[in-house]
T-cell receptor, first 114, second 115 residues
Framework: DGGITQSPKYLFRKEGQNVTLSCEQNLNHDAMYWYRQDPGQGLRLIYYSQIVNDFQKGDIAEGYSVSREKKESFPLTVTSAQKNPTAFYLC?????????????FGPGTRLTVL | AQSVTQLGSHVSVSEGALVLLRCNYSSSVPPYLFWYVQYPNQGLQLLLKYTTGATLVKGINGFEAEFKKSETSFHLTKPSAHMSDAAEYFCAVSDSGGGADGLTFGKGTHLIIQP
């Protein structure tokens, strides 16, 4: 089955620690995205990557970092500089079909800072 | 630039009643429109999409949506709500290129089903 996997499902972090969230896709999609979700705020774009070895900041990139060394993988690191990291994190990939885009989502990682 | 407005952050209906979730969009180009559903602690799942052709689009779980260009709307409906429909629903429009070149999402509507 093709799809997107995220791990871990739940993650607990102490203040001051960096943590890395995994995102892997076997859909052969070029573009991948990271979103943060907080109650009542919808999806906010953190980072995106249109192609391997290239990525761009989204709307709320401060305190986060990413890498895109392989097409299949787009890990997100939440650094200690992120002031309020407790949230639900969603990874997505994009398929371009003719003139429009469609996005496919992973199951998410819930990060809690203790 | 595209934008999506979902009217009502929370909608409550009785089981068996009509479900209507409202979505209005702004787009400078012919829009491609989507509805996604999110169950608690899960990712987003595509319910249905409008690309071209028939303006009434049928999706999974008995949902459908109608694209109305004159009203710039893409409201989601289901004739009879079921308890399992309780979830968060997101309307989205495809970006026209440039920038993140993905989808622009509304803020979501939480659907509550009363027994």
């Amino acid at each position: 089955d093709g799809g997107i996997t995220q791990s871990p499902k739940y993650l607990f972090r102490k203040e001051g620690q960096n943590v890395t969230l995994s995102c892997e896709q076997n859909l052969n999609h070029d573009a991948m995205y990271w979103y943060r979700q907080d109650p009542g705020q919808g999806l906010r774009l953190i980072y995106y990557s249109q192609i391997v070895n290239d990525f761009q900041k989204g709307d709320i990139a401060e305190g986060y970092s990413v890498s895109r060394e392989k097409k299949e993988s787009f890990p997100l690191t939440v650094t200690s500089a992120q002031k309020n990291p407790t949230a639900f994190y969603l990874c997505a990939s994009r398929l371009r079909i003719g003139g429009y885009n469609e996005q496919f989502f992973g199951p998410g990682t819930r990060l809690t800072v203790l | 630039a595209q934008s999506v407005t979902q009217l009502g952050s929370h909608v409550s209906v009785s089981e068996g009643a009509l479900v209507l979730l409202r979505c209005n969009y702004s787009s400078s180009v012919p829009p491609y429109l989507f509805w996604y559903v999110q169950y608690p602690n899960q990712g987003l799942q595509l319910l249905l999409k409008y690309t071209t052709g028939a303006t009434l689009v049928k999706g999974i779980n008995g949902f459908e949506a109608e694209f109305k260009k004159s009203e710039t709307s893409f409201h989601l409906t289901k004739p009879s709500a079921h308890m399992s429909d309780a979830a968060e629903y997101f309307c989205a429009v495809s970006d026209s290129g440039g920038g993140a070149d993905g989808l622009t999402f509304g803020k979501g509507t939480h659907l509550i089903i009363q027994p």
